[in-house]
């Protein structure tokens, strides 16, 4: 039984392919992580999987509905947006750039969602949010302001927003490229403990090193192609696709 | 001295009336101002063609003679407006014309992250536009709109051509009168204080923004 389905996903930018007909099939629990060149398609991938960009062709089914599927002509349709709405609230979303809310504290930030969308009564999310700011370790940062937190404090404050809304998927996009590398460790550790607790998590990145240590499964994008995919030690440690060797060898090289 | 005491009851009276136009326009024209944006900003094609018409129009054109047009303009065509209310008509459509395209530049300021983080948490469209995107932009747009209030407080001397006793007017019938330029620099003045109300009103509202970056 998977949790996410996505079927020949294939996407056009002008005049470029940018997703050549991929598919992703991702377990309940599962830790799936996409590393691959920039401009590899990976990050549009997942912004594909919810909705943030539309495909053209292809299905994409969540917790056992169905988003977007092709019509007799063979185009994406998409269901209507209530269902949409709906569908896509089982996915969380984590950015590069963490987007938090800034006119917002840091726990209005992570009731804002649970009150306006689920309308939840207003102790019930206040002890939800605070829960999880403990849990990522912010406990003591409910009332600052994002300006007044690090990078890696914002992007933990992200997380916990998005997990406020009980997401069964989690998603990263790149969650710490816009990090000093100090700094990139108090939010894979957090992502780490995510992991242990079986939330399902697909995370596009560069950290080879977190990726060999946490995701279940490694897959390798290029040119809007999934190149290779298996297990960490699989993809990582004994790579057979030239293209995948080659960046490995170029990740590594520059560590 | 007590020349410029004797002048006073007859320049605040005109006070009165540019204040009440002053207020008038702001409380229609703020807020409309957002609403004519949010269409401007609109995908639905046609309204998006019609604000841009309508800005072009009430850009392109002097404020004295909108003011002319729907004063003498509508009373040819029979519809008569009392003269304060086509001053105030005048004034809401041509402030709201100006007020929207800089809270349009506001909204398009603030970083698409914004719009797909709401987005991704559910958020309606207009929700986000409630909660997330306006908040964010009246901050951003606080420095132009006082230079709008400003000038509008200014503009408020152009109803003298349509005969509303506002306080330029006051100021030029009381130099006529008595042959004197005093009433001129007395108006200035009135005007000064005004705008230096104005500037300490926003820099009170910048500061209460402040509590963010």
């Known amino acids: 039984m998977y949790i996410l389905q996505a079927t020949n996903i294939y996407k056009r930018f002008q005049h470029t392919d940018v997703l050549k007909d991929i598919s992703l099939n991702v377990e309940k629990g599962e830790v799936v992580a996409i590393i691959g060149p920039s401009g590899s398609g990976k990050s549009t991938f997942l912004r594909c999987l919810n909705r943030l960009e539309t495909i053209d062709r292809g299905q994409i089914e969540i917790g056992g509905e169905i988003m977007v599927s092709n019509n007799a002509d063979g185009k994406a349709v998409y269901r209507g947006e209530k269902d949409i709405a709906r569908i896509r609230r089982k996915m969380g979303m984590v950015f590069q750039n963490f987007n938090l809310f800034p006119h917002k504290s840091v726990l209005e930030n992570l009731m804002m969602a649970p009150l306006l969308v689920n309308k939840s009564d207003v102790n019930e999310a206040r002890d939800t949010a605070l829960a999880l700011l403990k849990k990522v370790g912010l406990a003591n940062n409910a009332d600052s302001y994002p300006f007044e937190l690090s990078g890696g404090m914002q992007q933990r404050v992200a997380i916990a927003r998005a997990l406020a809304m009980n997401p069964a998927i989690m998603c990263f996009d790149e969650p710490t490229s816009a990090l000093d590398p100090e700094l990139t460790g108090e939010v894979l550790k957090v992502m780490k403990d995510l992991a242990q607790e079986r939330m399902t998590m697909i995370v596009v990145t560069h950290e080879i090193g977190f990726a060999r240590e946490v995701a279940h499964r490694v897959i390798f994008m290029d040119d809007g192609l999934i190149v290779e995919q298996g297990t960490a030690s699989e993809v990582l440690l004994n790579p057979q696709q030239d293209r995948t060797k080659a960046f490995l060898g170029t990740v590594l090289m520059a560590r | ?213």
């Open chain 2, 1 to 213: 001295m007590e020349y410029i005491a004797s002048l006073l009851p007859f320049m605040l009276e005109g006070t009165a009336v540019t204040l009440q136009l002053f207020f008038l326009t702001l409380v229609m024209a703020l807020p409309l101002g957002v609403v004519f944006a949010v269409a401007r900003l609109s995908k639905f094609k046609p309204l998006n063609v019609f604000m841009q018409f309508y800005i072009w129009v009430f850009r392109g054109t002097p404020l004295l003679l909108q003011l002319f047009f729907i004063y003498f303009g509508l009373g040819i065509i029979g519809i008569s407006l009392d003269r304060f209310l086509a001053a105030v008509v005048a004034f809401v459509l041509n402030y709201s014309a100006y007020l929207a395209e800089i809270y349009r530049s506001g909204m398009q300021s603030i970083d698409r992250g914004q719009f797909e983080a709401s987005d991704v948490l559910g958020l309606s469209r207009w929700q986000t536009l409630r909660h997330i995107i306006l908040p964010q932009m009246f901050k951003r747009v606080l420095p132009p709109i006082s230079n709008e209030v400003i000038n509008l407080i200014k503009d408020t001397a152009l109803v003298y051509a349509i005969g509303i006793s506002e306080l330029l007017r006051a100021a030029k019938i009381a130099a006529l009168r008595d042959y004197l330029f005093v009433p001129f620099i007395v108006a200035a003045v009135f005007y000064l204080i005004m705008t230096a109300f104005i500037q300490q009103f926003f820099k009170w509202l910048e500061s209460r923004y402040d509590y963010y970056r």
